[in-house]
């Protein structure tokens, strides 16, 4: 069985090819994403038994798998690895969802659309992972957004 390889400063993610293959589908031929039709190709041509990616948009793919309880980690700080079923989320910003992002904390959503100050709020948000012993594996922005009026 082929692995992908994806590597960051505090991790080293590890996926069977064919989890990989089967997700970028999902997103180059359902949702016609350019990125994941690249990586796609790339691991299909591919006769290696470890295919390294070094793509950023591969990124986005290892939150979906471990979403999904796929793959496993080595965490260069514990030097141990990790099935995706042992990792704790982490929300990034605002978190995973924007249309749950709790505005109450920020003065509530209609003080900040109707109130005095007229000026525009940017918002962000997106998840990560930890390894069990707390340290960050990975966190990216998967969306933003902006509410209010300027």
């Known amino acids: 069985m082929n692995t992908v390889i994806f590597e960051t400063q505090n991790a080293i993610f590890y996926f069977d090819a064919s989890d990989a293959i089967s997700i970028l589908k999902y997103y ?4 016609n994403v350019s990125e994941a039709a690249k990586l796609l190709l790339s691991i299909e041509s591919s006769s290696s038994e470890s295919i390294k990616i070094s793509s950023d948009y591969f990124g986005y793919i290892v939150l979906d798998m471990f979403g999904k309880g796929k793959g496993s980690v080595f965490c260069k700080p514990c030097q141990k690895t990790y099935l ?18 709790n505005l109450k904390k920020e003065g509530g959503i209609i003080k900040r659309l109707f109130g005095k100050k007229k000026r525009t709020m940017c918002m962000r948000g997106g998840e990560g992972y930890l390894c069990p012993q707390g340290h960050e594996l990975m966190g990216m922005i998967t969306w933003t957004g902006l509410f209010g009026k300027s």
């Open 84 to 101: 995706a079923s042992q990792l704790r989320s982490l929300p990034v910003g605002f978190g995973k969802n924007p249309l749950k992002v």
């Open 28 to 31: 180059a031929i359902d949702h």
